[in-house]
């Protein structure tokens, strides 16, 4: 299964026009709010401005509350996975996407990767997607993306530079074990 950054940069291989690669360094430390990776399961749930409930936490992030799925490895957090538009947040994708990008640009400078590739609907309407990528010094990434399969929907992810690779290595395993 194909994870956020293996997505972006697969768009960016495949769409190469309106993708960017950022010359500037690597931020120092990526975080959510403050949230980084690699904090235990009870940091996370008793962080301020978070409401946590089995697997989730409502995450006030740019001022939007958004539901964040989070995982953990060896009770780290490896993963936060945050919903946004659709039916999960009182504003829409677009404008929480466009809110959450100036700001994270103002914070870590601009993302590694940009990738501002076209969508088409079933009914033949066209979007502009905006995928942005930053990864830091240590691996971890953020990901924000303005549509997630239906243009109503979103998503913000933060993932440790361990589950990074260790995505990376089953992603290889799989293409490895592909037969033709």
């Known amino acids: 299964m194909r994870?956020?950054?293996f997505l972006i940069l697969g768009?960016?291989?495949?769409?190469?026009?309106?993708?960017?690669?950022?010359t500037k360094p690597a931020p120092v430390q990526i975080?959510?709010?403050?949230i980084i990776?690699?904090?235990?399961?009870?940091e996370v749930n008793s962080f301020p401005d978070s409401e946590p409930s089995p697997g989730w936490t409502n995450l006030i992030v740019g001022g939007f509350k958004l539901p964040c799925n989070h995982q953990?490895?060896?009770?780290?957090?490896s993963q936060m996975d945050c919903r946004i538009g659709g039916y999960w947040t009182d504003e829409s994708n677009e404008v929480i996407h466009n809110v959450l990008l100036k700001g994270f640009i103002k914070?870590?400078?601009?993302p590694q990767l940009m990738d501002t590739g076209e969508i088409n609907t079933a009914m033949g309407v066209k979007y502009t997607n905006s995928n942005a990528l930053w990864i830091d010094q240590s691996g971890n990434t953020l990901s924000l993306i303005k549509y997630v399969g239906a243009v109503n929907k979103g998503s913000l992810t933060l993932n440790s530079a361990e589950y990074e690779r260790l995505d990376k290595e089953a992603d290889l395993k799989a293409e490895k074990a592909r037969k033709f």
């Open 37 to 42: 990776p690699g904090r235990s399961v009870v």
């Open 107 to 110: 914070k870590f400078g601009p």
């Open 72 to 77: 953990y490895s060896d009770g780290k957090l």
């Open 31 to 34: 975080d959510l709010v403050g």
């Open 11 to 22: 768009i960016c291989l495949a769409i190469t026009i309106g993708c960017t690669e950022s």
């Open 3 to 5: 994870k956020s950054i």
